[in-house]
Antibody, heavy 125, light 111 residues
Framework: QVQLVQSGAEVKKPGASVKVSCKAS????????MHWVRQAPGQGLEWMGW????????NYAQKFQGRVTMTRDTSISTAYMELSRLRSDDTAVYYC??????????????????WGQGTLVTVSS | QSVLTQPPSVSGAPGQRVTISCTGS?????????VHWYQQLPGTAPKLLIY???NRPSGVPDRFSGSKSGTSASLAITGLQAEDEADYYC???????????FGGGTQLTVL
C-alpha cells in the first residue's frame, strides 16, 4: 500500500532553516510528482510547490520562491523540502502529497491522492 | 485571502443535504481548470474526496458529489452523518500564479 512517511517535529529559531523529509513506499517514486502543502495552526491549506522525482525539476509557489528548495534522492525514494530564513509565521504543519493520475470519461486528472502524516515545524525564539 | 472562496462554515442535521461552494475567477476555475475536493478530519491529513470536478475515488461513498459551472464549483453531501463532520477544501490550478491553489476551507458541523 502507498505510504508517505515524514520526519519528526522540529523547533527552530527565527532566521534558521528546516529540512523535512518524506519517504515514499508502495509505488514507483519517480512516476508521480510530489507536492508540499502547509497548514498554519487553525488555518487552511497552502500549496508550496512540487518536485518531479524523475527529473528533479521543480515549481515553487511565488510566495516561497527564494526561500524554499525541494530535492529528492531516488535511491531511497525520499523527497525533501527545505525552508530557509524562517519566521514565526512559518510555524505550521508541513505535508508532502503525491499527485496520482486518475482518468475518467476520456480525461485525466492529477489530484493530491496520498498524503504524509504531516511534520510540525515550530519557529520560536 | 484565498484565491478560491469558500464559506467558512456550513451545518446540517443528520440525514440532510448540504452544499459547499468554491468560487474562483477567470484565471483558475473559469479558465477550465479542474477542481478537486479534500476532507480533513480533526488532527489528520487531508483525504481526497472528489477529483476532476465530479469523480469519486474508490472507497468514497456516493453521498458525496461534485459539480462545476463557470467560475464556481460545489460539493454536495447527502444523507449527512456525524462522521462527515470535518473541514472541506477545494483545490484547482491558477494560471496567473502558475501553481495550485486551495480554498480557505469550510467547517461542516453535523447538528
Amino acid at each position: 500500500q502507498v505510504q508517505l512517511v515524514q520526519s519528526g517535529a522540529e523547533v527552530k529559531k527565527p532566521g534558521a532553516s528546516v529540512k523535512v523529509s518524506c519517504k515514499a513506499s508502495g509505488y514507483t517514486f519517480t512516476g508521480y510528482y510530489m507536492h508540499w502543502v502547509r497548514q498554519a495552526p487553525g488555518q487552511g491549506l497552502e500549496w508550496m510547490g512540487w518536485i518531479n522525482p524523475n527529473s528533479g525539476g521543480t515549481n515553487y509557489a511565488q510566495k516561497f520562491q527564494g526561500r524554499v528548495t525541494m530535492t529528492r534522492d531516488t535511491s531511497i525514494s525520499t523527497a525533501y523540502m527545505e525552508l530557509s530564513r524562517l519566521r514565526s509565521d512559518d510555524t505550521a504543519v508541513y505535508y508532502c502529497a503525491s499527485s496520482g493520475r486518475y482518468c475518467s470519461g476520456g480525461s485525466c486528472y492529477f489530484p493530491f491522492d496520498y498524503w504524509g502524516q504531516g511534520t510540525l515545524v515550530t519557529v520560536s525564539s | 485571502q484565498s484565491v478560491l472562496t469558500q464559506p467558512p462554515s456550513v451545518s446540517g442535521a443528520p440525514g440532510q443535504r448540504v452544499t459547499i461552494s468554491c468560487t474562483g475567477s477567470s484565471s483558475n476555475i473559469g479558465a477550465g481548470y479542474d477542481v478537486h475536493w479534500y476532507q480533513q478530519l480533526p488532527g489528520t491529513a487531508p483525504k481526497l474526496l472528489i477529483y476532476g470536478n465530479s469523480n469519486r475515488p474508490s472507497g468514497v461513498p456516493d453521498r458525496f458529489s461534485g459539480s462545476k459551472s463557470g467560475t464556481s464549483a460545489s460539493l454536495a453531501i447527502t444523507g449527512l452523518q456525524a462522521e462527515d463532520e470535518a473541514d472541506y477544501y477545494c483545490q484547482s490550478y491558477d494560471s496567473s500564479l502558475s501553481g495550485s491553489v486551495f480554498g480557505g476551507g469550510t467547517q461542516l458541523t453535523v447538528l
